[in-house]
C-alpha cells in the first residue's frame, strides 16, 4: 500500500516505530558494493530487514537481530543511523498504521547457514544504485543512493 492512498491514516493514526538494516558487502572482484534486499512473507514485495522495538535492545541491535532473524546476517552495525523513511504497514487486523523506520547499515561478515526465517523469504543482492528500482518506498531508494555515496567515499567500516 502507497503512503499517499492512505490520506486520513497519516494524521489520525499513532506512527508505529521501527529499525531496519542495510545489509552491504563487498561485490565479488572487489569492484563496488551491493546492498540485500529481501522479500516479505505476505506480498512478496522486495524490503530490507526491519521489526519493531525490542525490551532491553537499542535501535542499532533490533536492527542487526532483524538482519540475522530474516536473512542470516551477522556483520557490523554503524553506530548512526543513515537514515529514516516511511511506509504503511497492513496489521493483521487489516488496520493500516503509518510506520517510520529509522535505518542502520550492516557490513556483512558472515552468511549464517541456518536462520530463524529461512526458506519464507527471497534473498537478492543488488548493487545500491540497482535497489531502488525493486523498493516501492521512495525514501528507500534515497537512502539506497546515500549509501552509495558514502561508500563512494569512505571505507566501509564508516559507512
Given amino acids: 500500500m502507497k503512503l499517499a492512498d492512505t490520506g486520513g491514516t497519516l494524521f489520525a493514526a499513532d506512527w508505529l516505530e521501527q529499525y531496519a538494516a542495510i545489509c552491504f558487502r563487498r561485490a565479488a572482484g572487489g569492484n563496488g558494493f551491493e546492498v540485500l534486499l529481501i522479500t516479505t512473507r505476505g506480498s512478496g514485495r522486495w524490503v530490507i530487514p526491519k521489526g519493531s522495538p525490542m ?6 541491535e533490533v536492527a542487526a537481530v532483524e538482519a540475522f532473524e ?9 553506530k548512526k543511523p543513515l537514515g529514516r523513511y516511511s511506509y504503511v504497514k497492513r496489521l493483521d487486523n487489516g488496520k493500516d ?7 542502520f547499515t550492516v557490513e556483512t561478515t558472515s552468511i549464517a547457514e541456518t536462520f ?3 526458506g519464507q523469504r527471497q534473498t537478492l543482492w543488488v548493487r545500491p544504485t540497482e535497489a531502488g528500482g525493486y523498493v516501492e518506498e521512495p525514501e528507500l531508494r534515497g537512502l539506497f543512493a546515500r549509501l552509495d555515496a ?3 567515499k569512505t571505507p566501509p567500516d564508516i559507512a
Fill in 70 to 78: 530474516e536473512a542470516g546476517i551477522k556483520g557490523k552495525v554503524g
Fill in 55 to 60: 525490551k532491553g535492545k537499542t535501535p542499532r
Fill in 116 to 118: 530463524k526465517e529461512q
Fill in 97 to 103: 498504521v503509518p510506520c517510520i523506520v529509522e535505518v
Fill in 150 to 152: 558514502r561508500l563512494r
